[in-house]
């Protein structure tokens, strides 16, 4: 909240509480996002080259709403922070799926760069300046 916030009138208080909530919205959006992207790479994985109905229906469903909310997010967050967090967090969590669905283990040094892109997503989302949060 910031410091000037209590001399503002009531008005311009429920204006920036409903800034704050809409803002935050598209974080959860673009979260969303993340995990419909992650389920149709998935299905892709399991529709054997669009072979298979079910999976392929998964794949361009999940896709295009990912892709969908993903441009609802950016009305608000900075496209280069949204696709750093779009990206590593992808990565992440496909390789978790990899590995729990799939079987598809990790040694030490897929540890390492899965530890290092969580890091990084961090570091532009918490410490770097980079775009208005």
Known sequence: MPAFQGFLPSFA????????????????????????E???????KTSEGFTRLAP???VILGYAAAFYL???ALRTIPVGIAYAIWAGLGIVLMAAVGWL???QKLDAWGMVGMALIVSGVFVLNVLSR???H
């Open 130 to 132: 980079t775009g208005a």
């Open 70 to 72: 993903l441009s609802l």
């Open 56 to 58: 392929s229906v998964v």
């Open 101 to 103: 669905a799939f079987g």
């Open 13 to 36: 208080q429920k204006k920036l509480s409903r800034i704050k909530v809409y803002m935050m919205n598209n974080w959860v959006l673009l979260g969303i996002a993340i995990v419909a």
């Open 38 to 44: 992650v389920v149709a790479t998935s299905a892709l």
